[in-house]
């Protein structure tokens, strides 16, 4: 059974800090805390000779280096390689809870369940405990590999789509659309010339004449035919006099705007928190932003205020992932806290 989603999530763990964006794709959703997207994680990747562990916020490793490869943790569970092709799913202390031994084990909770799918060609969802909760069904054509929003997107031959609840009912099925994952409890249904938004019992809210993006938080911006501007959960317009070249979605409160090649950001209420004059940025995550300034990238706070007096190098998308952040200073890369300092600092080839 294929799936919806594209090949990147079969990136190698080991390679982790590339694939912190896929991470966060993956589970911004997922992890959010309260109404907001803020990532709740206290375990993070490192190497250590050659294998890998984890590390607390301090810098203190609490699961010492035994994986050939390991991920980001999600929801107090991470999917690591004991060797090539040996996925297990640990706990935060680092205890094995599922091993793979007979398929192939998915990177990502989501909703509370993980995707394991088969030798055998049956795909199934797992809880944290290890147990097999349900399987998807053989009349599927294709399904997507994780859950958002406790629904996941499936279709049957024919194209005729469906969403799953975490039990692996159906909740309710499309006649006609090409939908979107669920965020924020709505998801979007795509036809030619206008885009629907549905509930999680497939009932229609409202629909609008152009191209809408998925909610975040109160708003979803929409794509007119002149400019873009935002919709909220009754389909009533908002923010439509925004003079920028391009705006993206919200995330946590914030939207980047870009004006004469420069990007900053715009709060819910249009107001330019970051002025537009930075190469390149990230977005808001856990109460900051990274932006690149003058060859430079520098944390800020949403009163465009540094909130680290440190410039540095580069720093890894998305920034700080709960307290800390990846980060290179010179010749050195690692992670820091809040405070600008080092916590940890990774080998390099010359300093073994």
């Known amino acids: 059974m294929t799936d919806l989603q594209n090949e990147s999530d079969r990136i190698p763990m080991k390679i982790y800090y590339p694939i912190i964006t896929l991470f966060i794709i993956s589970c911004i959703w997922s992890c959010k805390k309260s109404a907001t997207h803020e990532l709740e994680v206290n375990r993070y990747p490192v190497q250590i000779g050659k294998r890998y562990g984890y590390i607390d916020e301090q810098g203190k490793v609490v699961i010492e280096p035994t994986f050939y490869s390991v991920g980001w943790f999600n929801q107090n569970r991470a999917v690591a390689e004991l060797e090539p092709g040996q996925k297990v799913m640990i706990d935060t202390n680092g205890i094995i809870i599922f091993q793979d031994t007979s398929g192939y084990l998915r990177d990502v909770f989501s909703d509370g369940l993980i995707r394991f799918d088969k030798k055998n060609g049956v795909s199934c969802f797992i809880d944290s405990l290890g147990q097999e909760r349900f399987c998807l069904s053989d ?91 935002f919709i909220d959960k009754k389909g009533r317009k908002k923010l439509t006099k925004l003079s920028y070249d391009s705006v993206t979605p919200f995330i946590n409160g914030f939207a980047a705007v870009t004006k004469n090649g420069k990007t900053g950001f715009i709060n819910t209420k249009g107001k330019e928190v970051i002025p537009t004059k930075y190469k390149e940025v990230l977005y808001f995550i856990n109460n900051s932003v990274a932006v690149k300034s003058d060859n430079k990238w520098i944390f800020l706070n949403h009163y465009n205020e540094k909130i680290i007096t440190q410039h540095f190098d580069e720093v890894t998308a998305p920034g700080f992932v709960g307290e800390l952040a990846y980060v290179r200073l010179d010749s050195t890369w690692g992670y820091i806290n809040k405070k600008g300092q080092f916590v940890w600092k990774t080998e390099t080839e010359s300093s073994k």
Do not use: M
């Open 139 to 229: 009349t599927l054509a294709d399904s997507d590999a994780y859950f958002s929003g406790e629904r996941l997107r499936v279709r049957f031959p024919g194209r005729r789509f469906a969403f799953l609840d975490t039990q692996g009912k159906v909740a309710f099925e499309l006649k006609q659309g090409f939908p979107s994952p669920f965020y924020d409890d709505l998801a979007i249904v795509g036809f030619s010339g206008r885009t629907c938004y549905v509930n999680k019992s497939g009932h229609r809210k409202f629909c609008i004449k152009e191209r809408g993006s998925n909610f975040s938080g109160d708003l979803a911006l929409v794509f007119g035919d002149q400019t873009s501007y």
